[in-house]
Structure formats: structure tokens, C-alpha cells
């Protein structure tokens, strides 16, 4: 009889226990099964916007060994390379190096995209293929393209200010070494520049006053001239270039105002000989 009590309850605890853990199961085999179709799909994803990236720099890659500029395959590129496919790679391949020239104005032509006057490194372009190839620049693709290039559209407009007076004026300037070494620019140079253009490097161009850029001759030192120029793209002159011109001469004014009157405290100061 106990026997008989015993087999009963067994079968009346496997009789809930059973649909308990089978439900159990259930749940984590959906859970993990869900979990890894959603990490495969997500993978797949990724994996097809790396080979879109590739076939973009892969047109790069063959105009670099032709020592072509990417001017030069911008037309192949936005033909290959829908929209779409656009919206997923430019701001990755941006950051990896490739120069996308920023617009003008507040409006990007997708469809149209330009690129700066640079030619094509071979080297750099396989070292971008190696970089997407491991995922380093997952985490870039689908970034908004808009907001991605017209978020610092003041900052770029200022800085191509700064280099086309750089390009354009100081490059074309020379030292007139009769004359204690005065910097003579080009005739009519600030016509080169929009008036805005000319209130913005107007800090800038005294700040350059500098002849660490010139060569012994007189003319312009075109290596320094380049440095100069990447110096400004990325950012290490921007404090001049936003710099407010009449708030930099006050201050210049009242530095020399103040040194000035040091001066003379200085040459009437009495001097003590028993010191």
C-alpha cells in the first residue's frame, strides 16, 4: 500500500514537474535561439556595409596606382556607389582618411559627392581596407551624413579661409630684405578674398607676419607653406582664425600701453648704492 502511495505521488510530481521544466527549456532555447538570430542578422548587416565600404576604396585603390587624385575618380565613385550605400559608408571612409570636401552651404548633394584635390596613396588605401576588414569602423557605419559634414560648416568655411589667404597671398608674398626684412604681399591682395574672407584671417595674417616662412632669398618656403596648411585643416590655428579682430588690437594696445609705462617707471626708479 505505501508502495502504491509512493508510485502515485512520483507520478503526480512528474505530472507538473514535467510541463514546468519543458516550458523552461522552452523559454531559454527561444531566448538564446532569438538571441543568436538577431546577432547573425545584425552580423550579416555589418558584414555586407564592410563590403560596400571595400568597393568603394577599392575604385580608389585603382586610380592610386595610376598616382591619380581622388578628384580624378570622384566621377567613377558616385556612379558605383548608389545613395543608399552612400548613407551607410562616407562617414566611416571620412574617418578612416579619405577627403570628402565638406559643402559650402548648409545643403549636401549625395548624389554628387567631392572630394578634395589629393592624390591617392596606395599604401593608405590598403591600410583602410585592412581597417574595415577587422571591424574597426563598425561602430561609424549609418552615421547621418547631413549632420555628419553641416554640423561644423562654420569651421570648415573659417579654415578654408585661412588656407586660401595662405595659398593665395602669403605663398605669393616675399621679404624685402633693404627694408628690415618688411613682408611685401602680391598687388590688390586682399581682392583675392570676400570681405567676410578678410575679417576672418585678419588676426591670422599678423600672426603670420613671420619670416620662419620664407627662404633665405626672399621668397616663399613652399615645404613650410604645405605644413602650414595641414596645420590650419586640423585645427591648431582655429583660436586666430575666430579670434575677433578689434578685440585683438585692444589687447595688443593696452599690452604695449602697459609695457610702455614700465618702461619709464623703470628708467626713473631711483637706484640705491648702499643696497
Not at 8 to 18: F, K, P
Not at 115 to 133: H, L
Not at 136 to 157: G, K, P, Q, V
Not at 173 to 194: A, E, H
Request: charged share 25%.
Amino acid at each position: 500500500m505505501m508502495e502504491t502511495e509512493i508510485v502515485q505521488e512520483s507520478c503526480n510530481l512528474a505530472s507538473w514537474l514535467i510541463p514546468i521544466l519543458t516550458a523552461a527549456i522552452g523559454a531559454l532555447i527561444g531566448t538564446f535561439g532569438g538571441a543568436w538570430f538577431l546577432y547573425r542578422r545584425q552580423e550579416d548587416k555589418i558584414e555586407n556595409v564592410r563590403l560596400i565600404a571595400i568597393k568603394a576604396l577599392k575604385i580608389f585603390l585603382e586610380y592610386a596606382k595610376q598616382k591619380k587624385s581622388f578628384v580624378e575618380a570622384s566621377s567613377e565613385f558616385n556612379t558605383k556607389i548608389n545613395v543608399s550605400e552612400k548613407r551607410a559608408i562616407v562617414v566611416a571612409l571620412h574617418k578612416l582618411g579619405v577627403p570628402f570636401e565638406p559643402p559650402t552651404n548648409d545643403i549636401l548633394n549625395i548624389k554628387r559627392l567631392n572630394f578634395k584635390d589629393v592624390v591617392i596613396d596606395e599604401d593608405e588605401i590598403k591600410t583602410m581596407i585592412s581597417q574595415i576588414n577587422k571591424g574597426n569602423c563598425d561602430n561609424h557605419f549609418y552615421t547621418d551624413i547631413e549632420s555628419y559634414f553641416t554640423s561644423n560648416l562654420r569651421l570648415n568655411a573659417v579654415r578654408n579661409a585661412g588656407k586660401k589667404y595662405v595659398k593665395e597671398v602669403l605663398a605669393n608674398s616675399c621679404i624685402d630684405k633693404s627694408n628690415s626684412n618688411v613682408i611685401i604681399n602680391p598687388d590688390d591682395w586682399s581682392k583675392r578674398l570676400t570681405p567676410g574672407e578678410l575679417q576672418t584671417i585678419l588676426v591670422l595674417r599678423h600672426q603670420l607676419a613671420n619670416t620662419d616662412y620664407f627662404l633665405t632669398n626672399g621668397n616663399a618656403d613652399l615645404e613650410k607653406i604645405k605644413i602650414l596648411i595641414r596645420e590650419i585643416e586640423i585645427g591648431l590655428w582655429d583660436n586666430y582664425l575666430f579670434y575677433d579682430y578689434d578685440a585683438f588690437m585692444n589687447i595688443r594696445a593696452q599690452s604695449s600701453l602697459a609695457n610702455a609705462v614700465q618702461n619709464i617707471i623703470s628708467n626713473n626708479q631711483p637706484v640705491n648704492i648702499n643696497q
